[in-house]
């Protein structure tokens, strides 16, 4: 099956710090999301991003499908922001999402 | 318009017990798809259901485990004879247009096996 990694598995930053997620892939895809795990347990869709570059807020990424790795950008963090990033990704003629490990985030005031 | 729901939101069962997990799609999804994250670990795909039909099973365990999605009411998913190992979060999505179609969870069921 299709391979995803995500890095860095584990991060810590200060209220204000900017910081890149990285998710690669094994094989083709058609569909790639980005979610956030709060300490609640809740997954919220962050980006639908087969390909390209979107933004939202202080949040953005860019896919770049042909080289096979999404990015994941977060501004101006807040401690609101904390939690687990996943990168999950739907290969071409699969039925399934694959997701990543994902980042754990902490975010200190 | 509302989200993916599920409940219970946390269910507590004994060994040998029967657990069912209840999944209300968004309105105007008619795809389902099931997930299950153990503790400390990303999600793992487990089975993928349109109205009346199971698309991809693939991800289920092939014992103890079943899904439907009736054409009337919620997705379930069936655990009989659960074992401690079945504790998990399971989430459910729902998506619009199929695997292709951007998918949207709901808020999981934290199933716990005494």
């Known amino acids: 099956g299709i391979q995803v990694e995500q890095s860095p598995p584990d991060l810590i930053l200060q209220e204000g710090a900017n910081s890149t997620l990285r998710c690669n892939f094994s094989?083709?895809?058609?569909?790639l999301q980005w979610f956030h795990q709060n300490p609640w347990g809740q997954l919220i869709n962050l980006f639908y991003?087969?390909?390209g570059t979107k933004q939202n807020g202080r949040l953005s990424a860019t896919t770049v499908a042909t080289e096979r790795y999404s990015l994941l950008y977060i501004s101006s963090s807040q401690t609101t922001d904390s939690g687990v990033y996943f990168c999950?990704?739907?290969?071409?003629?699969?039925?399934?999402?694959?997701f990543g490990e994902g980042t754990q985030l902490t975010v200190n005031p | 318009n509302a989200g993916v729901m599920q409940n219970p939101r946390h269910l507590v069962r004994r060994r040998g017990q029967e657990a069912r997990l209840r999944c209300s799609p968004m309105?105007?999804?008619?795809?389902v798809y099931w997930y299950r994250q153990l503790p400390e670990e990303g999600l793992k795909f487990m089975v993928y259901?349109?109205?009346?039909?199971?698309?991809?099973e693939s991800g289920m365990p092939k014992e103890r485990f079943s899904a439907e999605f009736p054409k009337e009411g919620p997705s379930i998913l069936r655990i009989q004879q659960v074992v401690r190992g079945d504790s998990a979060a399971y989430f459910c999505?729902?998506?619009?247009?199929?695997?292709?179609?951007?998918?949207?969870f709901g808020p999981g069921t934290r199933l716990t096996v005494l």
């Open positions: 999505a729902s998506g619009r247009a199929g695997a292709l179609d951007e998918q949207f």
């Open positions: 094989d083709s895809v058609n569909n």
């Open positions: 991003i087969p390909s």
């Open positions: 999950a990704v739907l290969k071409t003629s699969g039925s399934r999402l694959t």
């Open positions: 259901l349109q109205k009346e039909n199971i698309i991809d």
């Open positions: 309105k105007g999804h008619s795809h």
